[in-house]
């Protein structure tokens, strides 16, 4: 199976493909440090930016296991793209807290899945999708994916 971009002008992108399966994703992966929480934006690696940067607009849809889509806003200063806009709220809304580890998946035009690791090494139990902002928005992009909360470890599990 080949893979070809074509990147247009206006920054927009277009993947095709010989087979119907969509784009490989690509994964990078944050731990959460104290100067993360404390400017309220996450910086996306430069390597990345190096590579997918002139697909970003200026909003991006993160979206969390339970299928709800954050809209973020994107930050563009030189050669650095953030998750700033709406980045603390996606924060204040999951708990997430120094130490813990977002592993983002890119799936192409802006849209990226993510896990989230607590200090424990286990994945969080997501929120309740019918509570949150008016930002989450359900999406499912065709995945079979039930919603199954992780069961909550004990300090002792560390």
Known sequence: MAFKREV???????????????????????IILPCILDYKKLRIPNKFVRRYGEELSGVAKVIVPSGHAWEIGLTKDQSNIWFDEGWQKFVEHHSIRFGYLLVFAYRGCCNFSVLIFDMSGCEIQYPCPSVGPTSAKKTNYGEKRFFNPVEKMEDEDY
């Open 8 to 30: 247009k002008p206006s920054g927009g992108c277009n993947w095709r493909s010989d087979s119907p399966n969509e784009r490989p994703l690509v994964h990078f992966f944050k």
